[in-house]
T-cell receptor
């Protein structure tokens, strides 16, 4: 079965510091997408960053970057220069290309300390 | 214009009642989903539709019945509500051949008393 695991239920980071959120997944597929979504207290789910499995280069979006290790089936999110507005639940998600499956991890609550 | 809109955003109702949540997307997407987010924030897929056709039907009680009148709409009807149905229900859409990004509605918080 395809699963997504986030082993850190909660993380804290000092404002302006860097934090890394972990995600591992299990699949036998070779072509798929990986995502990180953010859910602030407002409840709205927002895409932070996405990675296509066939691309070796790690995706980057401003202060957000990923460390994608395909062989290890690991997809961690690094947030640099953390800001108070980064405080939220972060969900890792997996979707095999061309399919309807879209599986979310259990989430990591990120607290940003002033 | 909101890309994926759900109504209502909040429902409070008694056990045993029937309720519906409506979802509409104006993004031209061909695939829509219903997810349930429980109190621990777990996001569990319930249903997926592609061009009005049911594709994914996870282990969900028969009291939950989705309906897709057209590919822009996916509604969720719940019969005989139970306490355990209390959750936030999210509608989402995507283009299957697109970037893979899911676009979410704001969620509908259902509270069953």
């Amino acid at each position: 079965a395809q699963t997504v695991t986030q082993s850190q239920p909660e993380m804290s980071v000092q404002e302006a510091e860097t934090v890394t959120l972990s995600c591992t997944y299990d699949t036998s597929e070779s072509d798929y997408y990986l995502f990180w979504y953010k859910q602030p207290p407002s409840r709205q789910m927002i895409l932070v960053i996405r990675q296509e499995a066939y691309k070796q280069q790690n995706a980057t979006e401003n202060r957000f970057s990923v460390n994608f290790q395909k062989a290890a089936k690991s997809f961690s999110l690094k947030i640099s220069d953390s800001q108070l507005g980064d405080a939220a639940m972060y969900f890792c998600a997996y979707s095999p290309s061309g399919t309807y499956k879209y599986i979310f991890g259990t989430g990591t609550r990120l607290k940003v300390l002033a | 214009d909101t890309a994926v809109s759900q109504t209502p955003k909040y429902l409070v109702t008694q056990m045993g009642n029937d309720k519906s949540i409506k979802c509409e997307q104006n993004l031209g997407h061909d695939t829509m989903y219903w997810y349930k987010q429980d109190s621990k924030k777990f996001l569990k897929i319930m249903f997926s539709y592609n061009n009005k056709e049911l594709i994914i039907n996870e282990t969900v009680p028969n009291r939950f019945s989705p309906k897709s009148p057209d590919k822009a709409h996916l509604n969720l009807h719940i019969n005989s509500l139970e306490l355990g149905d209390s959750a936030v229900y999210f509608c989402a859409s995507r283009r299957l051949a697109g970037t893979g990004e899911l676009f979410f509605g704001e969620g509908s918080r259902l509270t069953v008393l």
